[in-house]
């Protein structure tokens, strides 16, 4: 059982930027993929990033270079960098692991980020 726990979220202007962080317990960190998710208010969820064991980095189009996901093993941590913080990013942010399994079993309680105008 993997529990995370996000936080860094808050209120910032646009043009701003915040830095999230998700720390992970309960299961071989190292070993995990991770990711972030977003769900504005009315909105399905959606991907923003992932980070493989591996290292390997994928983010959506709308995220592309102005994010960076990244992780720190020995703190058990993956971070969400976000520059240049637009309206639309307004949403709760979540962590997110498959486990060991194929699709994102594990989620974290969210974090509100809102970037006002």
């Known amino acids: 059982q993997v529990r995370l726990v996000e936080s860094g979220g808050g209120l910032v202007q646009a043009g701003g930027s915040l830095r999230l962080s998700c720390v992970a317990s309960g299961g071989t960190f190292s070993g995990l993929d991770m990711g972030w998710f977003r769900q504005a208010p009315g909105k399905e969820r959606e991907f923003v990033a992932s980070?493989?064991?591996?290292?390997?980095?994928s983010y959506a189009d709308s995220v592309k270079g102005r994010f960076t996901i990244s992780r720190a093993n020995a703190k058990n941590t993956v971070y969400l960098g976000m520059n240049s913080l637009k309206p639309e990013d307004t949403a709760v942010y979540y962590c997110?692991?498959?486990?060991?399994?194929?699709?994102?079993?594990?989620w974290g309680q969210g974090t509100q980020v809102t970037v006002s105008s």
């Open positions: 980070i493989s064991w591996s290292w390997t980095t």
């Open positions: 997110a692991t498959p486990g060991g399994g194929e699709a994102y079993n594990y």
